[in-house]
């Protein structure tokens, strides 16, 4: 008999570990909701920043490509005696150089500040996701981080960066 009951003790301690292993967290205190919330306005107000300044990053990239490009076409076709031509297309590049600086230094901020978005995002998924909370504690706060908690995430398009994007 005592093997059985060895064998029972066994098995209800594996459950147990288990369940313990997959157990709820806890719910989140006031505090905690709190800064749950200001993490979900912070994302939905830097998300759609973001996703706007990433859209004209874009475009203003491929302007910039295309003038490279045309003023690599009128290298070729200017005739290398015409002076104020040759001096005129050098003034231009160095514009289009500069131009260029300032573009890759504004893609530099733009990249940390989505770096910035992604590790709210992560400590959100971590400290918040899936996390209950009282509802009396949730009506302590004010209404926009309310209707924030209750959106959540589900219709927020966080930016990321692809690391096989990087040039």
């Known amino acids: 008999m005592l093997p059985v009951i060895h064998r029972s003790c066994l098995a ?9 292993a997959h157990a709820e967290p806890a719910p989140l205190d006031r505090a905690a909701l709190h800064a749950c919330a200001t993490q979900v306005q912070q994302l939905r107000s830097d998300a759609t920043r973001l996703n706007a300044d990433t859209a004209r990053l874009d ?4 302007a910039l490509d295309q ?10 076709q200017i ?37 910035a978005v992604n590790g709210v995002k992560q400590r959100y998924a971590q400290d918040c996701a ?3 909370y009282r509802r009396a504690d949730l009506a302590t706060l004010p209404a926009d981080a309310q209707a924030a908690m209750r959106a959540g995430l ?9 690391p096989a994007s990087d040039r």
């Open 12 to 20: 209800i301690a594996v459950l147990l570990a288990t369940g313990a």
């Open 67 to 76: 003038r490279s490009a045309a003023l690599r076409a009128e290298a070729t």
């Open 79 to 115: 005739d290398r005696d015409d002076l104020r031509a040759t001096l005129d297309l050098q003034q231009r590049r160095q514009q289009h150089n500069s131009e260029l600086l300032a573009f890759n230094t504004e893609i530099a901020r733009h990249r940390q500040a989505i770096d």
């Open 130 to 132: 899936a996390r209950s």
């Open 59 to 62: 475009a203003r990239r491929v």
């Open 154 to 162: 589900a219709d927020i398009e966080v930016p990321y960066l692809d």
